[in-house]
């Protein structure tokens, strides 16, 4: 069955960084695009970055752009999101989710990780 | 960016009731919407998308229905296991894809 673990959040202080990793199984990891999406304490969902199942197209959220870095490395079957620069709106539980759809991004996400919990705090 | 607005905010409501959410789009998104379930603590799950397909092991007391701007998502007969908060997500124009604000289902 599809999992994703995602792991590496923490408590970090103000401008400092973090790499949060997505281990997948399950599935041909390689073929589908990927995401990390977060969430703040109470709030709404936020997409913040996405992948494509080749590496080649990775859009980010303008409220990230410049400080986070997504990446993937599909002999290992993990994602990673890079967080440089972090402030205290970047407190969030963040999620990594697969794409519905094969060779796409549909950015319809049909397998979500448990979530990480990363809190900017001095 | 496209906005999406949901209403209700939150929603009370009985087990064998049947609910209605709607989702409004600010511009026209043909049927490039999915709907999400989340409870508490949990990740999001996908429940339909292209507005009106049923997710792989969802029930059949949900469906969602809408084009254009305007969406719906219906539940008959609640069961207490679908009392959560509910996202709609459009997902025509990206970067950025983007969430309603949610609305919450609990029990009345």
């Known amino acids: 069955q599809v999992q994703l673990v995602e792991s590496g959040g923490g408590v970090v202080q103000p401008g400092r960084s973090l790499r949060l990793s997505c281990a997948a199984s399950?599935?041909?990891?390689?073929?589908?695009?990927m995401h990390w999406v977060r969430q703040a304490p109470g709030k709404g969902l936020e997409w913040v970055a996405t992948?494509?199942?080749?590496?080649?197209?990775?859009p980010s959220a303008d409220s990230v752009k410049g400080r986070f870095t997504i990446s993937r490395d599909n002999s290992k079957n993990t994602m990673y999101l890079q967080m440089n620069s972090l402030r205290a709106e970047d407190t969030a539980v963040y999620y990594c989710?697969?794409?519905?759809?094969?060779?796409?991004?549909?950015?319809?996400?049909?397998?979500w990780g448990q979530g990480t919990l990363v809190t900017v705090s001095s | 960016d496209i906005q999406m607005t949901q209403s209700p905010s939150s929603l009370s409501a009985s087990v064998g009731d049947r609910v209605t959410i709607t989702c409004r789009a600010s511009q026209t998104i043909s049927s490039y919407l999915n709907w999400y379930q989340q409870k508490p603590g949990k990740a999001p799950k996908l429940l339909i998308y292209a507005a009106s397909n049923l997710q792989s092991g969802v029930p059949s007391r949900f469906s969602g229905s809408g084009s254009g701007t305007d969406f719906t998502l219906t539940i008959n007969s609640l069961q207490p296991e679908d009392f959560a908060t509910y996202y709609c997500?459009?997902?025509?124009?990206?970067?950025?894809?983007?969430f309603g604000q949610g609305t919450k289902l609990d029990i009345k």
């Open positions: 989710a697969k794409d519905r759809v094969e060779y796409s991004s549909s950015w319809s996400r049909d397998y």
């Open positions: 992948i494509s199942y080749d590496g080649d197209y990775k």
């Open positions: 399950g599935f041909t990891f390689s073929d589908y695009g």
């Open positions: 997500q459009q997902t025509y124009d990206t970067p950025p894809d983007t």
